[in-house]
Nanobody
Framework: QVELVESGGGLVQAGGSLRLSCGAS????????MAWFRQIPAAEREFVAA????????FYADSVKGRFTISRDNAKNTVDLQMNSLKPEDTAVYYC???????????????????WGQGTQVTVSS
C-alpha cells in the first residue's frame, strides 16, 4: 500500500510559477516510478511528466517540455513538479501517481499506475 499526498496547488497568473510536491508513505519510495497527471472536467486524465525509480530518467508531455521539471528526493520520499511559464491551458487538477514496478521507462498511460493522490487544483488566470 502506498499513500500519496499532493500539495502546492493554487491560483497564479499566466507566466508565473508553481511548485507541486507529492509525499509518499507506506512502501519503499526509491523502488517506485513516479508521475504527474492532470485532468480537467469531462476529459481523460492526461500525462504530464514521469521520473524513473532511480531518478535517472525523466519524461515529459510535449505540451510542458521546457517549462516543467520533475524531480525526486528519495531521502525525503517526495517527488516535485516545478512549473514555470504557466499558461491558462495548464489549469487542471494535478495528480501524483506511483508505479510499483521499478521501471526505467515510466508509462504515459494512467492505467499502468497503481496508486494515486487526491489531486491538487492549479488555476492559471490570463
Amino acid at each position: 500500500q502506498v499513500e500519496l499526498v499532493e500539495s502546492g496547488g493554487g491560483l497564479v497568473q499566466a507566466g508565473g510559477s508553481l511548485r507541486l510536491s507529492c509525499g509518499a508513505s507506506g512502501r519503499t519510495f526509491r523502488t517506485l516510478a513516479m508521475a504527474w497527471f492532470r485532468q480537467i472536467p469531462a476529459a481523460e486524465r492526461e500525462f504530464v511528466a514521469a521520473i524513473s525509480w532511480s531518478g535517472g530518467g525523466t519524461f515529459y508531455a510535449d505540451s510542458v517540455k521546457g517549462r516543467f521539471t520533475i524531480s525526486r528526493d528519495n531521502a525525503k520520499n517526495t517527488v516535485d513538479l516545478q512549473m514555470n511559464s504557466l499558461k491558462p491551458e495548464d489549469t487542471a487538477v494535478y495528480y501524483c501517481a506511483a508505479d510499483i514496478q521499478s521501471v526505467d521507462l515510466p508509462s504515459e498511460s494512467p492505467i499502468e499506475y497503481d496508486y494515486w493522490g487526491q489531486g491538487t487544483q492549479v488555476t492559471v488566470s490570463s
